[in-house]
């Protein structure tokens, strides 16, 4: 981009080569449509929205919103929205109905697409937290139109931290899907926050996406992944497929734990043997690695109460040397730590210095909020927590997403509940975005880190009455 404006090209967050700007080149781009899921209205969603429907993209492109139902506050959110734009974009609101077979976010993806323009070529899927650049639905587009045989084009969040410990969690978590962009674009992660597909793969069932998605899915992007896996299909992730992902202003630590919850739990789900042996993997993988992560700091802290117990007791360096030389382990702990903060300061530099390059229309993002303290917290509390988690998803084989509690068999959903309330029960929050799932406003859940942590073991014992 920076070679591209020194050559005189002011529009690089759009295109490399100025010349694709001409409208000979224009008018032949692919029609797209971009089918939103929604669920619940945030402090947020609002900015995320006309982020997404004010895109550049100067080929045919259609939008459309899908909820649960009229009752959504989302709903009524999205209508003044698509009111205000009706002018200058094709957009529309669709009402798909409560789900049976799949998780509800799956369920109004498929109603979408089912919706969309018949002579669509791309469908793509977005959450309501993401905050597209304006170039960024044509760069998912130009790299399909040159790589047929992309299967799926991702991108991945950069989290903005609201300053809580929670928040910082969540950052720390989704960190390594950075790691796609180190293998020049080719990843098996995959973000269902943003996904670009082909359209003739739902209308033809290729590959069985549809009725894989729809046969018990839980959860949209490992579903797809194993699907692609299974088939050796490409998922590429392109080098400005970088999204900023504001947090909740109020996530709190509880908040945090019903996220890493649904996170964990997607490794329970499976579409076949293939894929629950490899769910099983890296379920024993990631729990041995972030409790090996921990287990040193751990341990540090021992060789470091000894080494003072010693200092004050007036021992001397020759009395002690084992105490030295587990300090020597500390002090390469302490190095290698420095170490990591410095690569994550420095990988989100990067990120946020493109991400204001590819939105130069909109508020400059800025490293200076970031508490790199609370990161290094973070990092331990969520790779302490991670397998607690994962054991519990194991055992519990159920889970409550924005009020609707799954319940699976062999790896799919079979059973879903929906909990019934009255106007006078306080409002639900969602975990990342803090939306309203309901129509009553009211002030967010507080808590402190104890009494966190206090809900999370009652939760062990009733998870039904808990759980939400």
Not at 262 to 277: A, C, D, G, P, R
Request: glycine fraction near 8%.
């Amino acid at each position: 981009m920076n070679d591209a404006m020194r050559n005189g090209n002011s529009f690089p967050f759009l295109y490399h080569d100025i010349n694709e700007l001409e409208h000979s080149n224009q008018v032949n781009l692919p029609r797209v449509s971009v089918v939103m899921p929604l669920k619940g209205f945030g402090e947020h969603n609002l900015h995320n929205w006309r982020s997404q429907i004010t895109s550049l993209y100067g080929g045919p492109l259609e939008f459309l919103f899908v909820v649960e139902s009229t009752e959504d506050p989302a709903y009524h959110a999205v209508s003044r929205l698509i009111l205000e734009f009706e002018d200058y974009v094709d957009a529309k609101i669709i009402v798909a109905g409560l789900s049976t077979t799949c998780s509800q976010k799956i369920h109004n993806q498929l109603v979408g697409v089912e919706r969309m323009h018949k002579d669509t070529k791309y469908v793509l899927f977005l959450d309501d937290d993401v905050r597209l650049h304006p170039g960024s639905i044509g760069a998912l587009t130009r790299e399909m139109e040159k790589n047929p045989d992309i299967f799926i084009q991702t991108g991945y969040p950069l989290d903005l931290p609201s300053g809580s410990l929670g928040s910082y969690c969540i950052y720390e978590y989704h960190m390594p899907c950075s790691m796609g962009f180190a293998t020049g674009g080719k990843t098996f992660f995959l973000w269902g926050g943003c996904m670009m597909m082909h359209a003739d793969d739902f209308r033809q069932d290729r590959y069985g996406v549809v009725s894989g998605l729809k046969d018990g899915g839980y959860s949209d992007d490992m579903t797809l992944a194993a699907i692609s896996g299974a088939h050796k299909r490409l998922i590429t992730s392109p080098p400005v497929a970088v999204f900023p992902h504001p947090l909740a202003s109020d996530l709190n630590f509880g908040r945090y734990w019903n996220y890493l919850r649904k996170q964990t739990f997607v490794l329970e789900s499976y579409i076949s043997n293939v894929n629950w042996m490899m769910n099983r993997a890296l379920f024993g993988t990631h729990c041995y690695l972030s409790w090996g992560f921990v287990a040193p700091y751990f341990m540090a802290l021992i060789h470091v109460a000894a080494g003072l117990r010693f200092y004050v007791n007036g021992y001397s360096v020759e009395e002690t040397p084992y105490t030295f030389g587990g300090l020597s382990l500390v002090t390469i702990l302490a190095i290698c730590t420095l170490v990591e903060l410095l690569s994550m300061w420095n990988l989100t530099r990067i990120e946020v210095k493109l991400c204001n390059m590819l939105s130069p229309e909109a508020s400059q993002l800025s490293l200076a909020s970031y508490n790199w303290g609370l990161v290094f917290v973070a990092i331990l509390v969520d790779n302490f927590l991670y397998p607690l988690s994962a054991v519990r998803s194991h055992f519990s084989q159920s889970i409550n997403w924005s009020g609707i509690r799954y319940y699976l068999k062999d790896g799919k959903i079979h059973k879903i509940e929906r909990t019934q309330r009255s106007k006078d029960m306080d409002p639900v929050f969602t975990d990342l975005g803090g939306k309203h799932l309901y129509g009553k406003k009211g002030l967010p859940m507080r808590g402190s880190f104890l009494s966190s942590l206090s809900r999370t073991l009652a939760q062990w014992h009733q998870p039904k009455k808990f759980d939400c």
